[in-house]
């Protein structure tokens, strides 16, 4: 059970599920990829997607887990078109090699979900050196829509249908450092705060959407780019958090959404026609929501763009 909102502009809430919010929306011959899709929200996401039509890509760290979420879906849904594909977004080595073997099937690709993440872990560095919750929340996200963008705007030229980009942000941004992204900071151990890092990589989430958006626009592409906040989701996002484990168990029932709620925000930024042309946006609840003045700052957008780029490269 959740604590019930009342419906927004949108015509749902916090308790509308992924199913409910797409309703009626035929999704066949679309692609989609979702990032993290062999548990939780993701996982529910991946559903809901081919349960609609879509031909779902699950990029898994664990492919044994990923075969597993895919046997479920087909399980459930025999017409399901479901493939998983090993993707670790930590390192910058494995985003490249998934982005070249998608690109290499010849797919066509309307729908990136950046949903995987990891949450308020102690500090630990990547594969590439680089503090590790803005490793895989942020720069692999960053890295993987780069790599995967000529595919999805070929695809939205020739399909004539509009391309999205959904990246998994957080209210968590509120709860950034000072500055909201550290730039020259952001492997200092001695500041770390394992909290305010998660922060960090989510207000990135968002900053990134908007530059990506401005950059889409300016060149007149079909694709639109947004972030949202999927609610307080009882998955084991939290596993690093042991001492909120056991009341994660205990109350998560009561004052957290369930998986179905938590994948509803993604699936009508995904697929809902009210989100069409809608870019550089920020949703909770499948509904607009205001993130805060940092996640809104287009200078700050531009400075982290031209910061992930020169990581990446």
């Known amino acids: 059970m959740w604590l019930f909102r009342g419906k927004g502009p949108s015509g749902f809430s916090s308790s509308s599920t992924a199913e409910d919010v797409t309703r009626g929306v035929d999704a066949t011959g679309l692609t989609a990829i979702v990032t993290g899709g062999s548990s939780g929200i993701g ?21 044994a887990a990923g075969k597993e979420t895919k046997e479920a879906i ?10 998983a594909m090993e993707l670790d977004l930590s390192s910058m080595e494995s985003v490249r090699k998934f982005a070249s073997q998608f690109n290499q099937t010849g797919l066509p690709l309307n729908l990136l979900i950046n949903n ?11 594969k590439d050196n680089i503090e590790l919750q803005f490793a895989t929340n942020h720069v692999g996200h960053f ?76 060149e007149g592409v079909d694709i639109t780019a947004n972030a949202l906040h999927p609610g307080i989701v009882a998955t084991n996002l939290f596993r690093h958090l042991n001492l909120f484990t056991g009341v994660v168990d205990k109350v998560g029932k009561i004052f957290m959404k369930d998986v179905h709620q938590g994948a509803a925000t993604t699936c009508y930024v ?24 940092q996640a809104t700052d287009a200078n700050l957008a531009m400075k982290l763009w031209d910061f992930s780029m020169k990581l990446i490269n």
């Open 43 to 63: 996982a529910e996401a991946a559903r809901v997607l081919a349960l609609r039509g879509a031909h779902v890509v699950i990029g898994v760290r664990n492919m």
């Open 74 to 83: 087909v399980k459930q849904i025999p017409a399901a078109k479901v493939d």
């Open 116 to 126: 995987a993440g990891v949450m308020a872990i102690p500090y630990q560095l990547s």
């Open 143 to 218: 890295l993987l829509t780069h790599l995967l963008l000529d595919t999805m705007k070929k695809t939205a030229r020739e399909s004539k249908k509009e391309g999205r980009i959904v990246n998994l942000a957080s209210e968590a941004h509120r709860l950034t450092y000072a500055e909201g992204i550290r730039f020259d900071k952001i492997n200092d151990e001695s500041g770390y705060s394992s909290f305010r890092a998660y922060g960090q990589s989510k207000l990135a989430n968002i900053l990134h959407a908007k530059e990506l958006t401005k950059h889409l626009k300016e």
């Open 270 to 293: 995904a697929l809902h026609p009210q989100v069409k042309g809608v870019s550089g946006e920020y949703f909770s609840d499948s509904n607009l929501a205001k993130p805060t003045q």
